[in-house]
């Protein structure tokens, strides 16, 4: 089938069947991120940086 | 689900450590970058010294700024964020001292052997095979530390940073070994296991994807951890972040033949690279955004706060590089930009921009948190900035313009078909004004740089260092959590669901009928959705999705980054290396070199000639006109390593073999600008005095012959008395216009090789040398 589907495409068609093919995964997966977000499915995770504690003072940390 | 709370120390000295090392050395491999860069605009400046000559020092500077400064960077910036982000200190404090002086032991040694001459030539992995083998045993150390610390972590779920940490440690490993196979000669000599096309593709799948695995991927760990935390909010997209990482990783690794673009590669091999290479635009713009849009409400603080503005300025390098690196790899810009300082520029906006950026704005903020004392001076910091800022672009716009404009005179060509510039030398000295620009931004950039010491300098010295301690709250997991194992991971939907998916699309291939043909894509798109409908269902069960059970499991994490990065290099390096239709062979007319040619070779590649000088003509018609027929992959069978090169400073050397009299390569060796008015290359008298050591000759062809050179063993044994005798047709000729030199001189052994190259057959080389060019005023 995929000599078929060579032969008989023109030769420039190639590089744009590529592109919109591309640009067709492109979007599923853009679509996929931005818009099926489940809300606080990641929210957690994405806030670790922000909570890995606070540095306690060394009188803190003295027995 | 039950809570502890646990008091954990973090190890912060072998951050301060680290951090200091990349500081000192950044500063190393930047002086000499900018002294090289000097010295293609004034080679007076190579001294005549071997050990200060460009093509030895290049590798010195790009080794010393990928593995020493933006190495060490990124080993404090892992050890810091790993800590945190796993709320445990790393696992052996043992480990981690043996890791950071391991490290800096492997860069003195390359400090002191790539000067020496000491090198295997291939780019970025010029360290000999001692060097090597010390280098995969510290990268041992350091993946042993950091998995043992993800196995006795105390945060379940792993952080973004750290699958970029993970993809890193398994793709280096695997970069390193496979392009550092070779056979020992001596302690500090060894030729590499492979040979010509296969060679270079390995080689360029490392070169590249140590750009990706060494260069990026731990940085864009850094940057998904420290640039959240300077801006005090949340990475703008999880979700971007997990495609990202996934995509990036799995594209970056078939991108490495967009090296090696219109040279001898098989056609298939150069477009698969070009291919990702363009899909990676994706992915990296990705990973741009998604940092650039944390800043989304925060941008106000980029105004006033110096780590922020070079971590913005950084990523929007990042975006630059990654926008260029695609462009250059169409077919087309490729043709006019490679072997150009246009490719100089694109590294560079990488390096100085994405990467030395990025690692200021790590020690900015490490600093006042591994000292305890806010930064000295924030106006020193953004004087830093600016600095660093108009060296970059005075460097790229300065490259872009070279590289467009000498691009462009190599291939312009009069009416009659003939070469505008035929001079090489021309092209050259349009250039120069460019190089000097050029080392003005270095100077910027460097003087920048030395702020930033003065800067932390002033903060740190008086100071006391601290290793920081917090409580961390643990969470135990539940007993369902404890009952996933690697049987959930394997039978999980999603991985059957890709599974099946790509095997019904592989099946396209090998059906005939438009209507099964439709009938597999119909059946694509049902596998989605049920694929779809399923996971919904379990997600409103309250299920865990497969992605949450893995990204808990660095185990199985690790094995499908290894596969993802696998897939890639086994599709493009195998069937080059394993078919043998990969490099036509043409029988009889491929001869091994000679001895002396051998031994010639040796010098060639130990002065670094690579460096300005390729060897592949392409299939263009100004590069026929210029150099001679294109370079065919056959004629590179027997060399190992290969000597393609990646830049030409200097003309292709392809098809030198004959060109000129062998007076001419004496004089121009002794006195480029002698032969060749306004060239920049060094001179090389040293090798006039210097001597082939002769009696190692036949354990070099015994060695080649190991690695499937078709020497004979009669050629082994008469391999100091051929080189004896080819050696004296070139003294004789030399003699005849009063030069004198020894026949075991390097000079006789590099002039025999470089009158071999592109020719079939080894060549007498009195009388039938061809009288194509004066002595003086050489036409290239």
């Given at each position: 089938?995929?000599?078929?589907?060579?032969?008989?495409?023109?030769?420039?068609?190639?590089?744009?069947?590529?592109?919109?093919?591309?640009?067709?995964?492109?979007?599923?997966?853009?679509?996929?991120?931005?818009?099926?977000?489940?809300?606080?499915?990641?929210?957690?995770?994405?806030?670790?940086?922000?909570?890995?504690?606070?540095?306690?003072?060394?009188?803190?940390?003295?027995? | 689900?039950?809570?502890?709370?646990?008091r954990?120390?973090?190890?912060?000295?072998?951050?301060?450590?680290?951090?200091?090392?990349?500081?000192?050395?950044?500063?190393?491999?930047?002086l000499?970058g900018l002294?090289?860069?000097?010295?293609?605009a004034?080679?007076?400046?190579?001294?005549?010294?071997?050990?200060?000559?460009?093509?030895?020092?290049?590798?010195?500077?790009?080794?010393?700024?990928?593995?020493?400064?933006?190495?060490?960077?990124?080993?404090?910036?892992?050890?810091?964020?790993?800590?945190?982000?796993?709320?445990?200190?790393?696992?052996?404090?043992?480990?981690?001292?043996?890791?950071?002086?391991?490290?800096?032991?492997?860069?003195?040694?390359?400090?002191?052997?790539?000067?020496?001459?000491?090198?295997?030539?291939?780019?970025?992995?010029?360290?000999e095979?001692?060097?090597?083998?010390?280098?995969?045993?510290?990268?041992?150390?350091?993946?042993?530390?950091?998995?043992?610390?993800?196995?006795?972590?105390?945060?379940?779920?792993?952080?973004?940073?750290?699958?970029?940490?993970?993809?890193?440690?398994?793709?280096?490993?695997?970069?390193?070994?496979?392009?550092?196979?070779a056979?020992?000669?001596?302690?500090?000599?060894?030729?590499?296991?492979?040979?010509?096309?296969?060679?270079?593709?390995?080689?360029?799948?490392?070169?590249?994807?140590?750009?990706?695995?060494?260069?990026?991927?731990?940085?864009?760990?850094?940057?998904?951890?420290?640039?959240?935390?300077?801006?005090?909010?949340?990475?703008?997209?999880?979700?971007?972040?997990?495609?990202?990482?996934?995509?990036?990783?799995?594209?970056?690794?078939?991108?490495?033949?967009?090296?090696?673009?219109?040279?001898?590669?098989?056609?298939?091999?150069?477009?698969?690279?070009?291919?990702?290479?363009?899909?990676?635009?994706?992915?990296?713009?990705?990973?741009?955004?998604?940092?650039?849009?944390?800043?989304?409400?925060?941008?106000?603080?980029?105004?006033?706060?110096?780590?922020?503005?070079?971590?913005?300025?950084?990523?929007?390098?990042?975006?630059?590089?990654?926008?260029?690196?695609?462009?250059?790899?169409?077919?087309?810009?490729?043709?006019?930009?490679?072997?150009?300082?246009?490719?100089?520029?694109?590294?560079?906006?990488?390096?100085?921009?994405?990467?030395?950026?990025?690692?200021?704005?790590?020690?900015?903020?490490?600093?006042?948190?591994?000292?305890?004392?806010?930064?000295?001076?924030k106006?020193?910091a953004d004087?830093?900035?600016?600095?660093?800022?108009?060296?970059?672009?005075?460097?790229?716009?300065?490259?872009?313009?070279?590289?467009?404009?000498?691009?462009?005179?190599?291939?312009?060509?009069?009416?009659?078909?003939?070469?505008?510039?035929?001079?090489?030398?021309?092209?050259?000295?349009?250039?120069?004004?460019?190089?000097?620009?050029?080392?003005?931004?270095?100077?910027?950039?460097?003087?920048?740089?030395?702020v930033?010491?003065?800067?932390?300098?002033?903060?740190?010295?008086?100071?006391?260092?601290?290793?920081?301690?917090?409580?961390?709250?643990?969470?135990?997991?539940?007993?369902?959590?404890?009952?996933?194992?690697v049987?959930?991971?394997?039978?999980?939907?999603?991985?059957?669901?890709?599974?099946?998916?790509?095997?019904?699309?592989?099946?396209?291939?090998?059906?005939?009928?438009?209507?099964?043909?439709?009938?597999?894509?119909?059946?694509?798109?049902?596998?989605?959705?049920?694929?779809?409908?399923?996971?919904k269902?379990?997600?409103?069960?309250?299920?865990?999705?497969?992605?949450?059970?893995?990204?808990?499991?660095?185990?199985?994490?690790?094995?499908?980054?290894?596969?993802?990065?696998?897939?890639?290099?086994?599709?493009?390096?195998l069937?080059?290396?394993?078919?043998?239709?990969?490099?036509?062979?043409?029988?009889?007319?491929?001869?091994?070199?000679?001895?002396?040619?051998?031994?010639?070779?040796?010098v060639?590649?130990?002065?670094?000639?690579?460096?300005?000088?390729s060897?592949?003509?392409?299939?263009?018609?100004?590069?026929?006109?210029?150099?001679?027929?294109?370079?065919?992959?056959?004629?590179?069978?027997?060399?190992?390593?290969?000597?393609?090169?990646?830049?030409?400073?200097?003309?292709?050397?392809?098809?030198?073999?004959?060109?000129?009299?062998?007076?001419?390569?004496?004089?121009?060796?002794?006195?480029?600008?002698?032969t060749?008015?306004?060239?920049?290359?060094?001179?090389?008298?040293?090798?006039?005095?210097?001597?082939?050591?002769?009696?190692?000759?036949?354990?070099?062809?015994?060695?080649?012959?190991?690695?499937?050179v078709?020497?004979?063993?009669?050629?082994?044994?008469?391999?100091?008395?051929?080189?004896?005798k080819?050696?004296?047709?070139?003294?004789?000729?030399?003699?005849?216009?009063?030069v004198?030199?020894?026949?075991?001189?390097?000079?006789?052994?590099?002039?025999?090789?470089?009158?071999?190259?592109?020719?079939?057959?080894?060549?007498?080389?009195?009388?039938?040398?061809?009288?194509?060019?004066?002595?003086?005023?050489?036409?290239?």
């Amino acid at each position: 089938m995929f000599k078929q589907f060579f032969a008989n495409m023109e030769f420039t068609a190639l590089p744009i069947f590529a592109l919109w093919l591309f640009i067709g995964l492109f979007v599923v997966a853009a679509v996929r991120v931005f818009v099926f977000k489940t809300r606080g499915d990641f929210e957690a995770q994405a806030a670790m940086p922000l909570t890995d504690g606070t540095a306690l003072s060394e009188r803190e940390v003295k027995p | 689900m039950t809570t502890r709370i646990e008091r954990v120390s973090y190890d912060d000295a072998i951050v301060r450590k680290f951090m200091f090392a990349s500081i000192l050395f950044g500063a190393v491999g930047l002086l000499v970058g900018l002294v090289i860069a000097c010295q293609l605009a004034w080679p007076a400046l190579n001294f005549g010294i071997p050990y200060t000559t460009f093509s030895r020092l290049r590798p010195l500077h790009t080794n010393a700024v990928i593995f020493a400064f933006v190495g060490n960077m990124m080993f404090a910036g892992v050890y810091y964020s790993t800590q945190r982000l796993l709320k445990v200190r790393m696992a052996h404090d043992g480990l981690s001292a043996l890791h950071f002086w391991g490290w800096q032991l492997i860069i003195v040694a390359a400090a002191i052997t790539l000067p020496l001459g000491i090198t295997t030539s291939k780019e970025y992995a010029e360290l000999e095979w001692p060097i090597d083998i010390a280098i995969a045993v510290i990268w041992v150390v350091f993946a042993i530390n950091f998995f043992w610390t993800l196995a006795k972590r105390n945060e379940k779920h792993l952080y973004v940073a750290i699958w970029f940490y993970i993809a890193t440690i398994v793709t280096v490993a695997v970069l390193h070994i496979v392009n550092s196979f070779a056979l020992p000669l001596s302690p500090l000599k060894s030729y590499s296991a492979f040979a010509g096309v296969q060679d270079a593709l390995v080689q360029w799948w490392y070169g590249h994807n140590a750009v990706a695995f060494f260069l990026t991927t731990p940085i864009l760990g850094i940057m998904y951890y420290f640039l959240p935390k300077a801006a005090e909010r949340p990475v703008y997209s999880y979700r971007l972040s997990i495609v990202h990482f996934w995509a990036l990783v799995f594209m970056y690794i078939w991108a490495g033949p967009h090296h090696l673009l219109y040279t001898a590669l098989p056609d298939w091999a150069q477009s698969i690279g070009m291919l990702f290479s363009l899909m990676l635009w994706a992915p990296s713009w990705g990973g741009m955004l998604n940092g650039l849009l944390t800043l989304r409400g925060a941008w106000n603080k980029v105004r006033e706060e110096p780590v922020l503005k070079f971590f913005v300025a950084g990523v929007t390098f990042y975006g630059m590089a990654t926008f260029e690196g695609p462009l250059l790899s169409i077919k087309s810009v490729s043709a006019l930009g490679h072997y150009t300082d246009w490719i100089i520029g694109h590294v560079h906006g990488g390096a100085l921009g994405w990467n030395g950026l990025m690692a200021a704005g790590l020690f900015y903020w490490l600093a006042p948190r591994l000292w305890d004392r806010p930064l000295h001076s924030k106006k020193a910091a953004d004087a830093h900035f600016w600095l660093a800022t108009i060296g970059i672009v005075l460097y790229m716009v300065s490259m872009w313009i070279s590289g467009v404009n000498q691009g462009l005179m190599w291939r312009a060509q009069n009416p009659d078909g003939t070469l505008v510039y035929p001079s090489f030398v021309e092209t050259l000295i349009a250039i120069r004004p460019m190089y000097i620009v050029r080392a003005i931004g270095g100077t910027l950039y460097l003087t920048g740089f030395v702020v930033m010491i003065w800067n932390l300098l002033k903060t740190a010295v008086g100071a006391k260092p601290i290793n920081t301690t917090v409580d961390v709250t643990v969470t135990e997991d539940t007993a369902e959590e404890k009952a996933i194992g690697v049987g959930d991971v394997i039978a999980g939907r999603p991985l059957w669901f890709s599974v099946a998916a790509i095997a019904i699309t592989c099946l396209f291939f090998y059906v005939d009928s438009t209507i099964a043909a439709v009938g597999l894509a119909i059946a694509v798109l049902v596998v989605g959705e049920v694929a779809y409908l399923l996971n919904k269902r379990m997600r409103a069960a309250g299920g865990a999705s497969w992605f949450g059970i893995i990204e808990r499991r660095p185990m199985a994490f690790t094995v499908l980054t290894l596969v993802a990065i696998l897939i890639g290099g086994v599709a493009e390096i195998l069937p080059i290396v394993l078919v043998k239709q990969a490099v036509p062979a043409t029988g009889s007319a491929q001869k091994p070199y000679t001895a002396l040619e051998q031994q010639g070779r040796d010098v060639y590649t130990r002065e670094g000639c690579y460096v300005c000088h390729s060897q592949m003509i392409r299939p263009m018609v100004a590069e026929y006109l210029r150099y001679g027929e294109a370079s065919r992959a056959e004629e590179f069978i027997y060399d190992h390593p290969f000597q393609w090169g990646s830049k030409r400073t200097g003309p292709d050397l392809h098809r030198i073999g004959g060109k000129y009299p062998s007076l001419w390569h004496y004089t121009h060796l002794m006195d480029p600008r002698s032969t060749s008015p306004g060239s920049n290359m060094p001179s090389y008298g040293w090798l006039q005095e210097g001597t082939i050591d002769a009696k190692l000759a036949p354990k070099k062809l015994a060695l080649m012959q190991k690695l499937g050179v078709p020497y004979t063993n009669a050629d082994i044994d008469g391999a100091e008395d051929s080189q004896r005798k080819q050696a004296a047709t070139i003294v004789a000729d030399l003699a005849k216009n009063n030069v004198t030199v020894a026949w075991n001189s390097e000079m006789v052994a590099l002039i025999a090789y470089l009158q071999r190259l592109g020719r079939d057959q080894g060549i007498a080389l009195t009388d039938d040398a061809p009288k194509t060019a004066a002595v003086t005023g050489g036409e290239n």
